[in-house]
């Protein structure tokens, strides 16, 4: 069983930049940040493969956001940059159940936090 915890959201003005946390209890493979705005599906964001490092980005995102991960602190982590109000949503970690390489399917990932709110005001 895999628990996820994320930290790091709140209020910013367009430009500005968070950084999001997920601290994970126990063993995960590859990880994923997805977002679901208001009135919206949940959406992939960006992915990380389990220890290759290969990452995949939504194109929305590519240049502004960089997802990492530190595995010996079993942290996952989102560095969002120049941010933009359409970026508004509920930030959800997950990690794959099985899958050790990124994929940006939902169903793919077993285990979601309990997700955390990026508000951009423009």
């Known amino acids: 069983q895999v628990q996820l915890v994320e930290s790091g959201g709140g209020l910013v003005q367009a430009g500005e930049s968070l950084r999001l946390s997920c601290a994970a209890s126990g063993r995960t ?39 990492s991960r530190d595995n010996a602190k079993n942290t996952l982590y989102l560095q969002m940059n120049s941010l933009k109000a359409e970026d508004t949503a509920v930030y959800y970690c997950a ?16 285990y979601w936090g309990q997700g955390t709110q990026v508000t951009v005001s423009s």
Do not use: C, H
């Open 29 to 67: 493979n590859a990880m994923a940040w997805f977002r679901q705005g208001p009135g919206k599906e949940r959406e992939f964001v960006a992915g990380i493969s389990k220890s290759n490092g290969d990452t995949k980005y939504t194109d929305s995102v590519k240049g502004r956001f960089t997802i």
């Open 95 to 110: 990690s794959a159940g099985l899958f050790t390489l990124v994929t940006v399917v939902p169903s793919a990932y077993t």
